[in-house]
């Protein structure tokens, strides 16, 4: 998934992206950097590097980590993902259940 799909989002998003995973630790240890060849790893923003990957420890920069993505994210893997199209679907079908009012109360 990451080959096939996130790393050429993120090559056609550049240089204004930044990745990060919901829930997930930093992901700075040597096997994951090997996993991203030629991209920067941080844990912070860093305005000079091309591609962050941050922690969801900072929570004032994750607004939506405390209610849309775990919504979106329940729906989606309720049952197993089996290709990108089901979770491109997915996501969109959890995304459009979204009304202004949930938002509102978050």
Avoid: C
Avoid at 3 to 22: G, H, R, S, T
Avoid at 43 to 53: A, C, G, V, Y
Avoid at 95 to 106: N, Q
């Amino acid at each position: 998934m990451l080959e096939q799909f996130v790393y050429p989002q993120i090559q056609d998003l550049q240089p204004n992206i930044v990745f990060q995973q919901d829930g997930a630790p930093p992901h700075n240890s040597t096997a994951v950097q090997r996993q991203v060849p030629g991209r920067e790893i941080s844990q912070s923003l860093d305005r000079t590097r091309r591609t962050h990957f941050l922690a969801t420890t900072f929570h004032d920069i994750t607004p939506l980590d405390f209610f849309l993505w775990r919504f979106v994210k329940d729906r989606v893997y309720a049952t197993e993902v089996d290709d990108i199209p089901m979770l491109r679907y997915r996501i969109t079908d959890a995304i459009a259940t979204v009304i202004e009012d949930m938002l509102r109360r978050t």
